[in-house]
């Protein structure tokens, strides 16, 4: 199974609201990954998880938040967001330490911020 | 840091053609070459991968060459079908103990029935 799932689909919110993107995989990766794909361009890094700690965050501004809560979930808390902000969110997975590097990637929730 | 240049941004062949779309790096240490295919509206999903002890890696009508000399590899698709049509991303990693993939801008597949 190589699956990674993601909820919302869509989510529609204001500057001044706050919700929450999430991801889970069953597939014992220990690294999660949070991507930002704007139309016709290639995914963006934004968080990278290593063993529920965070390893690389790519200068992301604090209107998003991060959290892994356990090795199968990921959240993207967001907060202030801007139209700009507006794209499609992707969750991804991999192993750590076995020298398998391939990247999983969920379905994704498209953000538009109204 | 790395930097991938990806050609052509789209391409359009026959059915029943191939296509070749090609991709340039620049960090040596890069050693682990994914090609993602997205169709539009849907996650990229991973086709085909090489690592750089590999020259080439086939998997049915999918073929991935790389040329560590020229630190350069391309994605073969032969015998194209219209449902081949979408974006391909290549992207190119320093592999264990780096989680950072670094991808071309993507070619846009279109194959003509």
């Known amino acids: 199974d190589t699956e990674v799932t993601q909820t919302p689909k869509h989510l529609v919110m204001g500057m001044t609201n706050k919700k929450s993107l999430k991801c889970e995989q069953h597939m014992g990766h220990r690294a999660m990954y949070w991507y930002k794909q704007k139309a016709k361009k290639p995914p963006e890094l934004m968080f990278v998880y290593s063993y529920e700690k965070l390893s690389i965050n790519e200068s992301v501004p604090s209107r998003f938040s991060p959290e892994c809560p356990n090795s199968s979930l990921l959240n993207l808390h967001l907060h202030a967001l801007q139209p700009e902000d507006s794209a499609l969110y992707l969750c991804?997975?991999?192993?750590?330490?076995?020298?398998?590097?391939?990247?999983?990637f969920g379905p994704g929730t498209r953000l538009t911020v109204t | 840091g790395e930097n991938v240049e990806q050609h052509p941004s789209t391409l359009s062949v026959q059915e029943g053609d191939s296509a070749v779309i090609k991709c340039t790096y620049s960090d040596s240490a890069s050693n682990y070459f994914p090609w993602y295919k997205q169709e539009l509206g849907k996650r990229p999903q991973l086709i085909i991968d090489i690592r750089s002890n590999v020259g080439e890696k086939k998997d049915q009508r999918i073929a991935v060459t790389l040329n560590k000399t020229a630190k350069h590899f391309s994605l073969h698709i032969t015998e194209t079908q219209p449902e081949d049509s979408a974006v391909y991303f290549c992207a190119a990693s320093k592999g264990a103990g780096s989680y950072q993939l670094t991808f071309g801008k993507g070619t846009k597949l279109s194959v003509i029935p």
């Open positions: 991804a997975s991999s192993q750590v330490g076995t020298g398998r590097h391939e990247q999983y």
